[in-house]
């Protein structure tokens, strides 16, 4: 059974925010301006968060990238009162935007606080405009939002996939984080599979979930050495 | 009587009853018109689909190229129509307007009658190539029209497509076909 997951090398993370940025531009996330911002609704379904450790002068940055952890027993969908987030077969939480009614529930219930709330309808100027992602929609006001895996590069996969008759790949769906990483310190792929590389990375010795005592099963595992 | 239910009982006329009529007719009159009437598709000719793929035995795919291959089907343009149409063919009088236009240098771009929603993924391929699906499946008896429909011949929503999902045994989960 596949179950796609992804596991962050944070040994091998620079911080350097390329999967972020790749992240906004393949999702149409929209920018919020600067008012909105400083209430903190900024949307940034992958985050790059940045954590100081040790007294000063002996301190080092630690890099935390963080997408939707995609949790085996999400917390999210329990609360969701219209089924519009809900895990699919392959283990991808999704989130049906036509069907959310917007009561935040999820963004609550959700511990990584990676459910995004579109307090307004996204505006675009005129050149992002020209650079909108066809494959995924632009989210309305009053609907929650959140990583997909990019799923709908599953999608086009799955299809290519089928059209030839055989399995889809490990290369052939790679979301847009594990993609543009410079230093391959995201990978991604099914968790199930043996012949995927995240299948061996996450039963390496320094694999760990963050949260993992709240029982949510995350399918996103960190490498860290440092403990 | 409804003349007599216009005036009160001491015979005056109801301002507040005739005003109501007043709107119930407009409303009756206009709001047909405003639903059917914006969601028409106009295309350049009056294109028969019946002449061509009856009576001349064209296949959907000699006009409709990518319906095996692509999420979208694609239409004839004016070097598919220029073909034959170049020269005037045939009797009809629309035949020989195509061939005034293809002369005059216009382009011929005919309007698509099916728009999915942004938020459903949709290709020709997974349907057409991979399922076996025929085209009347969601097209209707389109083939057999000798004018263009001014909208589509089936309503193709969610229901219509999880029927034939469930009937097909094709998937039903959300994030197979929503993005």
């Known amino acids: 059974m596949t179950r796609w997951g992804m596991v962050i090398d944070l040994d091998r993370c620079t911080g350097c925010a390329a999967c972020e940025v790749a992240c906004k531009s393949e999702n149409n996330i929209a920018t919020v301006p600067p008012h909105q911002a ?3 609704r900024v949307m940034s379904w992958m985050r790059v968060l940045a954590h100081t450790v040790g007294d000063f002068p002996d301190t080092h940055l630690e ?18 009162p219209v089924r519009a987030t809900y895990i699919d077969p392959e283990g991808i ?22 459910k995004y709330f579109n307090w307004y309808g996204p505006e675009w100027s005129d050149s992002e405009r020209q ?3 066809p494959d995924v929609s632009p ?6 939002e959140k990583c997909s895996f990019c799923h709908h590069r599953l999608q086009r996969a799955r299809e290519q996939a089928r059209a030839e008759n055989r399995d889809v790949r490990e290369e052939d769906y790679q979301p847009a984080c594990a993609e543009i990483c410079p230093t391959r310190a995201i990978v991604f792929g099914d968790l199930d599979n043996p012949t995927h590389h995240v299948a061996e990375l996450k039963e390496d010795p320094r694999a760990m979930r963050i949260m993992e005592d709240l029982g949510t099963q995350p399918k996103v ?6 403990r | 009587m409804i003349a007599q239910r216009l005036r009160d009982t001491r ?10 009529l007043g709107i119930a007719l407009i409303a009756a009159v206009v709001l047909p018109v405003i639903a059917l009437g914006s969601s028409r598709v106009p295309q350049p000719v009056a294109f028969n689909h019946l002449k061509h793929t009856q009576d001349l035995g064209l296949g959907c795919e000699f006009c409709h190229p990518y319906a095996r291959t692509r999420a979208h089907s694609g239409l004839p343009d004016v070097t598919t129509c220029s073909m034959c149409h170049t020269s005037p063919q045939g009797t009809s009088a629309e035949a020989a307007r195509v061939t005034e236009l293809i002369t005059a240098g216009d382009l011929l771009r005919f309007n698509k009658l099916f728009r999915m929603p942004d938020h459903v993924f949709y290709t020709h391929r997974r ?23 001014v909208r589509a011949l089936v309503k193709v929503d969610m229901d219509f497509c999880l029927d034939c999902h469930r009937k097909q045994g094709a998937t039903l989960d959300c994030n197979a076909c929503h993005r």
């Open chain 1, 63 to 80: 890099f935390y990238p963080r997408p939707c952890m995609h949790c085996d027993n999400p917390p999210c969908i329990k609360v969701c």
């Open chain 1, 38 to 40: 400083e209430m903190g």
């Open chain 1, 93 to 114: 939480v999704g989130q049906i935007y036509p069907r959310c009614i917007g009561c935040r529930y999820c963004a609550n219930a959700c511990p990584f606080t990676v």
């Open chain 2, 127 to 149: 349907h057409v190539a991979i399922a076996e699906l025929s085209c009347e499946t969601c097209h209707g008896d389109i083939a057999h029209t000798e004018r263009p429909p």
């Open chain 1, 221 to 226: 595992y960190y490498l860290r050495a440092r």
């Open chain 1, 131 to 133: 650079h909108l992602n």
């Open chain 1, 139 to 144: 989210r309305t006001k009053g609907v929650i």
């Open chain 2, 11 to 20: 015979g005056r006329v109801r301002p507040y009853l005739v005003l109501a």
